[in-house]
C-alpha cells in the first residue's frame, strides 16, 4: 500500500514483508482540495479523499485495454448525471431509467465512463462553486481514472497510421495512463530518490489522480483567451460556407473545396507524419491530391471530422460558434473509438449523416432515454 499526505508530501510505503518506508515527494504548489491519496495494489485503486468525499480511480498505464463498454457522454449529459446523483427529482422522469443503469454498471466496473480534455475545460467555466463541484464529483465517481486521450495525440498518431504507421485502436484511445488526457510528454517523470521503476511508476500514478482531481474541483475559469481564439475559428468558416452556396462553380467542387480547407486545419502534424514516413515532397503532393481523400475517410476520427467539416460548410445557414470546436474535435473520435456517445443534437446529427461515409463506430444518441434499451444490450445480463 502507498498512502500519499498531499497536505505534508511525505509518502508512506507498505512493502509485500509489512516493512513500511517513508519519504517525502514533490506535490504541486497549489494544493487543492486533495487531502490524501491511498493505493491498494491487491485492487489497482486509488482511493481519493477530497472536498468531503472519497473517490475509488482504478490506477494503470497503456497496456490496460478497456474490456468494458464504453459510454462517452457530453457535457450536457454529464450535468444530467449529476442532477441525477445530487437531485434525482430535479431530473426528468424519462431520463432516470439510463442514469439508473449507467450509475450501476459504472460501480460495478461493467462499464466505462471516461472524460476528456473537453469536460476539464468546460467544468472549470462553470461559474457557480455549488454547481461546479456536483458536476466535478460526478465526473470523478464515475470516470474512475478511465480518459479519453486527447484528441490532439489520437490526430497525430491517425495521421502517421496513413502513412503506414501503426493504427490508433480503441486501447490507445480509452486509457488509464497518466496525463493522457493532457497533450503531455508521456516520458516526463518525478523524481522519487531511487525507489526503483515500478515504486516510481505508482507514484507518477498517484500523482497524476491528484492533479486530475484538482483540475476539476479547483480550477478557475479561463481568462477568456481560449474562447476569444475558439471564437475566431469558428468565424474563419463563414466566408468558404457562404462562397459555396452562392457560387455554382465552388459547389461543383465542394468536396475538394472543404477537402484543402480540412487539411490546413491539420496544420504542420500532416506533413509532418508523411516526412517521417520517407515520403518526399513531390510524393506527399501526389498523395494529397489522389489518395488523401478515402485515405482520411478510412480513418474512425479523421474520416469523422473531414465529413462533419464538409457537411456543414455545405450548410451556409449552420452558424459555427466558438464551443462548436469541443464538439467538433471530442464527439468525432469518441464518436471511433466508444461504444455508445450521447452528445448535443447538431453534432451527433452530422455524425449519423457521416456514418455512410466512415468505419463503423459508436452507437450515437443526443438523448439519454433513447440510449437505454442500447445500454441494457451491451451490458448484457447482469
Not at 164 to 185: Q, S
Not at 248 to 259: G, N, P
Amino acid at each position: 500500500m502507498i498512502s500519499l499526505d498531499h497536505e505534508s508530501g511525505a509518502a508512506s510505503i507498505v512493502k509485500a514483508d509489512r516493512e513500511i518506508v517513508t519519504t517525502r515527494i514533490v506535490v504541486p504548489a497549489e494544493q487543492g482540495s486533495v487531502t490524501r491519496t491511498t493505493f491498494i495494489p491487491a485492487e489497482s485503486r486509488l482511493e481519493v479523499v477530497a472536498v468531503d468525499e472519497t473517490f475509488s480511480m482504478r490506477l494503470g498505464g497503456p497496456q490496460d485495454a478497456p474490456s468494458a463498454p464504453v459510454v462517452y457522454l457530453d457535457q450536457n449529459h454529464w450535468i444530467d448525471f449529476a442532477k441525477w446523483r445530487k437531485r434525482p427529482t430535479d431530473l426528468t422522469p424519462s431520463k432516470r431509467p439510463f442514469f439508473e443503469l449507467l450509475d450501476q454498471a459504472a460501480n460495478e466496473d461493467r462499464a466505462i465512463v471516461p472524460i476528456s480534455s473537453a469536460h476539464l475545460s468546460e467544468t472549470s467555466n462553470r461559474g457557480a462553486r455549488e454547481s461546479r463541484l456536483d458536476l466535478a464529483t460526478t465526473m470523478l465517481h464515475y470516470s474512475r481514472g478511465w480518459q479519453l486521450r486527447t484528441v490532439l495525440a489520437l490526430r497525430r498518431g491517425e495521421l502517421r497510421a496513413l502513412f503506414g504507421g501503426a493504427p490508433v485502436t480503441k486501447t490507445d484511445a480509452i486509457t488509464l495512463a497518466p496525463d493522457a488526457i493532457l497533450d503531455k510528454d508521456p516520458n516526463h517523470s518525478l523524481d522519487t530518490q531511487g525507489l526503483g521503476p515500478e515504486i516510481t511508476a505508482l507514484v507518477q500514478q498517484q500523482v497524476w489522480a491528484f492533479v486530475l482531481v484538482n483540475l476539476l474541483l479547483d480550477h478557475e475559469p479561463a481568462n477568456g483567451a481560449g474562447r476569444e481564439a475558439a471564437e475566431e475559428w469558428a468565424q474563419s468558416f463563414a466566408p468558404l460556407a457562404e462562397n459555396l452556396r452562392i457560387n455554382s462553380k465552388a459547389r461543383a467542387l465542394s468536396r475538394d473545396a472543404t477537402r484543402i480547407r480540412f487539411i490546413s486545419d491539420l496544420g504542420r502534424d500532416l506533413p509532418a507524419a508523411a516526412k517521417e514516413s520517407g515520403l518526399d515532397s513531390d510524393q506527399f503532393s501526389e498523395w494529397l491530391q489522389n489518395q488523401a481523400e478515402n485515405a482520411i475517410l478510412a480513418t474512425p476520427g479523421l474520416g469523422r471530422m473531414r465529413e462533419v467539416l464538409h457537411f456543414r460548410l455545405s450548410n451556409a445557414d449552420d452558424i459555427w460558434e466558438g464551443n462548436d470546436l469541443n464538439d467538433w474535435l471530442h464527439l468525432t473520435y469518441a464518436a471511433g473509438y466508444c461504444d455508445i456517445v450521447l452528445g448535443e443534437k447538431k453534432t451527433i446529427n452530422y455524425l449519423l449523416r457521416a456514418e455512410k461515409s466512415v468505419p463503423q463506430g459508436a452507437i450515437l444518441h443526443r438523448r439519454s432515454a433513447d440510449a437505454y434499451e442500447d445500454l441494457k444490450t451491451l451490458l448484457g445480463p447482469s
